[in-house]
């Protein structure tokens, strides 16, 4: 699920593209899960995944020995594991781009439509740092990014006919039935259509996406200590539950309205609780599992 903001910046460029604003969202909800940006030292920046066998592929002589020593790259694909973490995958691509920028950046997918840097050329960028800079510009850039893509692959036409197989093979790959990527697309357009829940979601244990990951910057922000991952694990639950226990809410670790309405006043108010900010302290000291 995206955040009202996010769904609006993808709906605009569907329609610069052509493209059904729901067949749009559809396809960067697979995509992204939801989430568009993750918290890196202190910035927000796309999610991105690193190809250690595209970046074998354009390496060559001492870089490439560089690379395969440093377990950055490999002529197999699968080989070179992406951490789990963003925060980790940034430092990946770092370490890349220190024996070859050009190569690392190629060689990494980029935000909501997980677009190939490779591709910067086919796309109409003047180089990979166009494309990139495109990614890192905000939601905007990322839907941009993705609907450009569609264009210049020519599946505008099998998106906006809703022919979902067209769409998987197309984007996804000739393995899109593996992972069931064209019935996951239909669903996703369905929820598009049927609309999002009036109000604030429901977030709890499982839930995923850009409003998790709100919340989760809202509770770091009023001194809850918690990863700002956009996915809604024990972790979070255990903090969600210490906000309602110190605002006299019924503290079951579950996000409804009644607690992201308190999260809201609590920012707004600029206030957090004395025994979460004692306890925001000595995380800051002693760390915390």
């Known amino acids: 699920m ?6 609006a910046e993808i709906e605009k460029a569907a329609r610069e593209f052509g493209i059904e604003p729901a067949a749009l969202l559809a396809i960067a909800e697979i995509e992204s899960a939801g989430q568009v940006f993750a ?3 202190g910035r927000k920046e796309p999610l991105i995944r690193f190809e250690g066998h595209y970046f074998d592929r354009r390496l060559s002589g001492e870089k490439l020995e560089q690379a395969r020593k440093a377990g950055l ?3 197999n694909a699968g080989e070179v594991a992406n951490p789990r973490s963003q925060a980790a995958r940034w430092q990946m691509i770092d370490r890349a781009a220190e024996i070859d920028r050009k190569a690392a950046y190629e060689s990494t997918s980029w935000g909501l439509g997980q677009v190939m840097g490779s591709h910067w050329q086919w796309l109409g960028f003047d180089d990979v740092d166009g494309l990139v800079n495109e990614a890192r ?5 990322q839907a941009r990014l993705m609907a450009r893509y569609i264009d210049k692959a020519g599946l505008t036409d099998a998106l906006n006919r809703h022919d979902w197989e067209a769409v998987g093979h197309g984007y996804n790959g000739p393995g899109f039935r593996k ?3 064209h019935l996951k697309l239909a669903e996703a357009y369905q929820r598009q259509i049927d609309g999002p829940p009036h109000g604030d979601p429901l977030m709890k244990v499982g839930s995923r996406g850009e409003p998790v990951a709100e919340l989760q910057e809202a509770l770091v922000e009023l001194g809850y200590p918690v990863d700002t991952d956009g996915i809604y694990g024990p972790g979070t ?3 969600v539950k210490r906000f309602q226990q110190d605002r006299g809410l019924a503290a079951d670790g579950i996000a409804g309205s009644r ?3 308190a999260v809201r006043q609590a920012l707004s108010s600029g206030g957090r609780g004395f025994w979460s900010a ?3 302290w000595l995380a800051g000291i002693f760390g915390r599992s």
Do not use: M
């Not at 995206?2 to 769904?7: H, K, L, N, V």
């Open 39 to 41: 918290r890196i030292e």
């Open 2 to 7: 995206f955040s009202r903001e996010t769904a």
């Open 278 to 280: 004692i306890g925001a």
């Open 179 to 181: 992972n069931a990527y």
């Open 237 to 239: 639950a255990a903090a």
């Open 73 to 75: 790259a490999s002529p």
């Open 137 to 141: 510009s905000g939601a905007a850039g």
């Open 259 to 261: 607690t992201q309405a």
